[in-house]
């Protein structure tokens, strides 16, 4: 069954850096859908006709979970799609009236190994005991699918991956021959561990390399990053983030967890070698990774010495996992099969 025009509803509490664009993506995937925004975050959401209706959520948890409710009532969506961690909470605590919830992790807090072992329990029963509340569950990455099956076995899992914006370059831009810039890009938070960066950064600091975080979020992690050196650029539009990616010899990816980063997918699209601190979103991928200061220093230093040994070959792996045409599929699939099987 086709359904020519649905009316979904997005609710996130995270409106900033990789989520907001992955609802843009399925969005822009998806136009002959009616979208509506309920939303709270770091960024102001688009001006233009991306959505019939931009509505900001109000402070604190019970609120929120009220004003989703009854937002739900009033517009009568189709769909209700969740995306993050409290969205997740305010759509699922108690089921929604409507026939469609969708949730969509952007990665799960239980698999930050950082945590607390008690902590991270708790948090994977919370998603067990929300999962009861809803019809589907979106995955950006294998790793994902896989544990939403385990976590919500009565829900739909729909592996919808994230994809980049960018420019899909086929050579590397002439901007990056002698590069010596090492980046990484996203918000700066304990997630995407600046520490590790910036120790990294410390550690390599007589390979005369330049280290750069584009990007911005916490100020005292800022400031710890400019203590080691690291120019932070501050957020940039999508034309800044190319020329940043362009000018680079190397990302550098230093998250503690992820679902599968939009970070990775533009150094990806614009050609830029790849090394990642190992996690299980990257597992089975072959790309090259890293686990400790003193491993990603010494990689470093492999490269620099030996320019042909950088980690080229498994940009193209990334592209074709995460293509833009696969993103478009899944995102029509995971909304027209949950309301055409009703």
């Keep these: 069954m086709t359904i020519q025009s649905l009316r979904v509803l997005h609710v996130t509490e995270c409106w900033s850096t990789g989520v907001a664009r992955a609802i843009m993506s399925i969005v822009a995937a998806s136009q002959d859908h009616e979208h509506h925004l309920l939303y709270i975050g770091f960024e102001e959401p688009p001006t233009d006709a991306k959505f019939a209706t931009v509505t900001e959520l109000p402070a604190g948890h019970v609120r929120r979970i009220a004003a989703v409710r009854r937002h739900t009532t009033r517009l009568d969506p189709d769909v209700v799609h969740l995306h993050s961690s409290w ?11 409507v026939g469609y919830v969708v ?10 190994t950082t945590r607390p072992r008690v902590q991270r329990a708790v948090f994977r029963r ?30 739909r899992v729909v592996l919808v991956p994230n994809r980049s914006d960018l420019e899909y370059v086929e050579v590397r831009p002439i901007s990056a021959n002698g590069a010596r810039r090492v980046v990484m890009s996203g918000e700066i938070r304990a997630q995407k561990d600046p520490t590790m960066f910036a120790q990294i950064a410390e550690a390599a600091s007589g390979l005369g390399l330049e280290f750069v975080w584009i990007g911005d979020g916490d100020q005292s992690q800022r400031a710890l990053l400019e203590a080691a050196g690291v120019e932070v650029t501050g957020w940039v539009d999508k034309h800044e983030m190319q020329v940043e990616l362009d000018r680079a010899a190397l990302y550098l990816h230093t998250a503690r967890y992820e679902g599968f980063p939009l970070s990775v997918l533009d150094a990806a699209a614009r050609k830029v070698p790849l090394l990642i601190r190992r996690s299980p979103a990257f597992e089975d991928i072959g790309l090259s990774t890293f686990e400790t200061v003193a491993e990603a220093a010494g990689l470093l230093a492999e490269h620099v010495g030996d320019r042909s040994s950088l980690p080229t070959d498994n940009v193209g792996r990334v592209r074709a996992l995460f293509a833009p045409e696969r993103v478009a599929s899944a995102a029509l699939e995971l909304y027209e099969h949950g309301v055409g099987s009703r």
């Design 87 to 97: 969205a997740g909470v305010y759509g699922r605590v108690r089921r929604l009236p």
């Design 103 to 112: 949730y969509q992790p952007h990665c799960f807090a239980f698999e930050d």
């Design 126 to 155: 919370a998603e067990r005991f929300l999962g009861r509340n809803m019809n589907a569950l979106a995955a950006v990455s294998e790793r994902e699918r896989l544990l939403g099956n385990e976590l919500a076995p009565n829900a």
